[in-house]
């Protein structure tokens, strides 16, 4: 009978397959296990090598994501597509220590009353391996940020490595956020009540063969994850990071103006190069933020994404300024009320419709 599911979420890791697998082998022999790997359609062909290594072993199972990207969301596909009673989460880039996996396992079958088991490199004589001071400060610093949020007394919130019972796991998953790298963090702040947990120490092993996804953006995802539990039933995430990025873009506007004047351009024309600049630096920025799960990449893909978005932005001026207009015109004067109306109306169109149209097609 089937104990266990493990589930890798890839993103051009097609040399770590293989020895995951092996890894994977020798850590679980004796138990009934199942690997899954939910590539978001790596270009390396991390899904191939999955599937060449199924063709001969049926324990290896490959989910193959076209048109969407994301740590999290990877993992909630994964871990909801098993039938085994416990599932685990593990990093397809061998820095988790997958020989700790048999005493997550007997942990949550010994136990009925527990939820989830965690692999901390905080607790006991767990450790960060080769980490640089600069990366143990930020993820301390992470830490501590992620206690506004969390209902549990966690050493390592941040751990990619756990394993969790797969009903508990199929009731959040309609609750969950599904941004950014930290499901585990979303996972426990999902739960409606707090989920009973224990915590295994491990060392957290330095990267061997590829690349680490780790970068600034990273960073801002686990930011975009904080604000989305505290405030995202009152303004959906991605229409705030829209927002703030729209208000970037009238400072950019501005700016530009402002340059176009002194150097002696006509006002219309400076209006029409700082209005492209602004939409061309928030088109960019919405690509890598807003829509980082669904970003256009490749020269085709990001000049007809910035065709349709500078349409829509036109278009949403236009409504900007005739809702504008018009209150002012009914409300006699009050023009501050009627401008911000204007923008909200504008801003409303412009995210609903670049949504559709700009990340919505690809």
Known sequence: ?????????????????????????????????????????????????????????????????????????????????????????????????????????????????LDVVIGSRFTGDGGTGKWDRDRVAKSAFATRLSRFVLKADLTDPMSGFFMIRTDRMRALAPNLAAIGFKILLDIMTGSPKPLRFMELPY????????????????????????????????????????????AIGVAAHMA?????????TAFLGGQIVAAFAAMTMNFFLNNALTYRDRRLRGFRALLDGWVSFCVVCSVGLVANIGVAGFLHDVQSGTWAASALVGVLVGAVWNYALSSRFTWGRY
């Open 256 to 264: 530009v103006l402002a340059i176009m004047l002194v150097l002696g």
């Open 203 to 246: 060392t957290f092993r330095t990267r061997e063969i590829g690349e680490s996804k780790l970068d600034h953006v990273v960073a801002m995802e686990f930011l975009i994850a904080l604000y989305d539990r505290m405030f995202g039933r009152y303004v959906p995430v991605r229409f705030a990071l829209f927002s703030v990025i729209g």
């Open 1 to 113: 009978m089937l104990e266990l599911a493990v589930v890798i979420p890839t993103f051009n890791e097609a040399a770590n397959v293989p020895l995951l697998v092996a890894r994977l082998d020798a850590a679980l022999t004796g138990r009934v296990w199942e690997a899954i790997f939910v590539d978001d359609d790596s270009p390396d062909g991390t899904a191939n090598a999955a599937r060449a290594i199924a063709r001969s072993d049926s324990r290896v199972r490959v989910i193959q994501r076209i048109g969407r990207r994301g740590l999290s969301s990877a993992c909630i596909e994964g871990m909801c597509a098993t039938a085994a009673p416990l599932v685990a989460v593990i990093d397809g880039d061998l820095q988790h220590d997958e020989a700790l996996l048999p005493r997550m396992l007997a942990a949550l079958q010994g136990d009925a009353t």
